[in-house]
């Protein structure tokens, strides 16, 4: 009986729990969010119906906003003409199976008969095949990445409860507003009839979606199909690496340093790491690229007292900066120094600040973020760009801190763990803070007095280190 359970728990992660690891957080052949300037893509799931869909329709018209729809093949043929319009509107189709079902509890034949039938019903209806799916639930089993490789899969960057009356107008705004950004993918849904949703829940979404329609205006978004924001992405990931090459070049760097096979099995564990925690806590990229990613937290520690007087406390809300790993992998394994490391560190976080000043007069309305926040034994020369320092207070959080840190500059460092061992003294971690108003103030571009500051304290890093 026991190994009977055994290996029906076995057969259960291996169909269903891997391959929704390994999309969501790897996004293995899914697209879930884009980079783009001024692009967005909503997304509607489990229609179309027949009283909310044309009221959406009517919205997204009157802002000349194009959406995807990843229609239900069921709903799809109980109303052609709503199809019809969608496709004749200029909006994206896709499948989201013919009955809302869950892949999980589907066998892989009666998946593809699904996706197949609903295909046909949209052909039928507007003469073309669809060529973007989204499984109910965002839920793949083991075998949907071959049965169904014509496709493109489709997941999401920002969900909100939107199927649930008493999630209302208000709240779904405030959600959405937080998340509208370029590169978004939004999933909304304009039919309550599913398996856990409230029939008259999409009437909130559409009073909830004008509202963020009309912010989206004047912030010069523009809401596009899956498709384009793919095409968007695509052509961004292109350059930003054309460009890194050419920079490379520039300043002589592609030492090309050789990773031992011991090495690149802890370089792979961390950056597997890496993508877990960016999905667990959510971590949103900065617009200038994707060096720079932050949350949103409340400060937890002892009181600071700032240089202008302030003082953060504890429960203040802060944007806290996170390094993207892997960029900084890609640096070290490409740098001669410490010094150049720290050149190049110092340029991109100079790069992101207009973006992270843009970014949270975008989220908070109410001015409520105090300020930036990070951790890094990468901090000297911190002050140069406005920031203030701080030391980590003694315990065990600091002790967990240091030696995580020192893990991390011993796998992008070009000297790797001979850099933590000669150096371990002066690689403290410490608290990087910047008031909120300092912040503000990189939005055009480096503020003078930041400026003057900069260039009367570097370097940042002796080569002699």
């Known amino acids: 009986m026991d190994r009977l359970i055994w290996w029906l728990l076995s057969l259960v992660t291996l169909y269903d729990f891997i391959p929704g690891f390994i999309s969501r957080v790897f996004g293995f052949r899914v697209f879930r969010r884009g980079k783009a300037e001024k692009e967005i893509a909503i997304t509607f799931d489990d229609g179309p119906d027949p009283v909310y869909t044309p009221q959406l329709l009517d919205l997204l018209k009157k802002h000349d906003a194009k959406a995807t729809f990843f229609v239900v093949g069921e709903n799809a043929e109980n109303n052609p003409e709503i199809i019809r319009r969608m496709y004749e509107e200029g909006h994206s189709l896709g499948i989201h199976n013919y009955v809302h079902r869950s892949n999980w509890i589907m066998s892989p034949r009666t998946v593809k008969k699904q996706v197949q039938r609903t295909s046909d019903v949209l052909f039928e209806i507007t003469g073309r095949r669809p060529i973007y799916y989204r499984p109910p639930w965002g839920i793949l089993n083991l075998f949907d990445y071959r049965q169904l490789r014509h496709y493109q899969i489709v997941l999401w960057s920002g969900m909100f409860g939107d199927w649930k009356e008493k999630a209302g107008v208000g709240k779904l705004y405030h959600k959405m507003r937080r998340q509208l950004a370029p590169g978004e993918v939004f999933v909304l849904h304009d039919c309550g009839r599913t398996f856990g949703a409230d029939e008259n829940a999409p009437a909130n979404m559409i009073a909830a979606l004008a509202r963020i329609l009309e912010d989206g205006d004047r912030m010069g978004l523009r809401y596009v199909g899956i498709g384009e924001l793919m095409e968007i992405t695509e052509t961004m990931k292109d350059e930003e690496k054309e460009q890194r090459a050419k920079e490379k070049g520039k300043h002589g760097e592609g030492n090309g340093r050789k990773l031992g096979f011991l090495k690149k099995i802890v370089v792979s564990l961390f950056m597997l790491w890496e993508k877990l925690f960016h999905l667990v806590f959510r971590l949103k990229p900065i617009a200038s690229g994707d060096f720079m990613h932050y949350r949103i937290i409340r400060y937890n520690g002892d009181e600071l007292q700032l240089q202008d007087g302030g003082r953060l406390k504890r429960g203040d809300k802060l944007l806290e900066m996170h390094f993207n790993n892997e960029r900084m992998f890609e640096l070290g394994m490409n740098a001669k120094s410490s010094v150049q490391i720290a050149i190049k560190i110092i340029r991109e976080v100079q790069k992101a600040l207009p973006d992270v000043a843009r970014e949270i007069k975008r989220i908070d309305l109410a001015g409520e973020i105090k300020g930036t926040y990070g951790i890094s034994t990468i901090n000297r020369g911190a002050d140069g760009l406005g920031f203030e320092t701080f030391a980590l207070p003694d315990g065990l959080f600091s002790k967990m801190t240091n030696w995580y840190l020192k893990l991390l500059m011993s796998i992008i460092h070009p000297e790797g763990g001979g850099r933590v061992r000669k150096h371990e003294e002066k690689l403290e971690p410490r608290i990087i803070v910047m008031p909120r ?29």
């Open 437 to 465: 108003e300092r912040v503000l103030a990189w939005e055009n571009g480096k503020p003078a007095e930041v400026s003057e500051a900069y260039h009367s304290k570097r370097p940042a890093v002796s080569a002699r280190e």
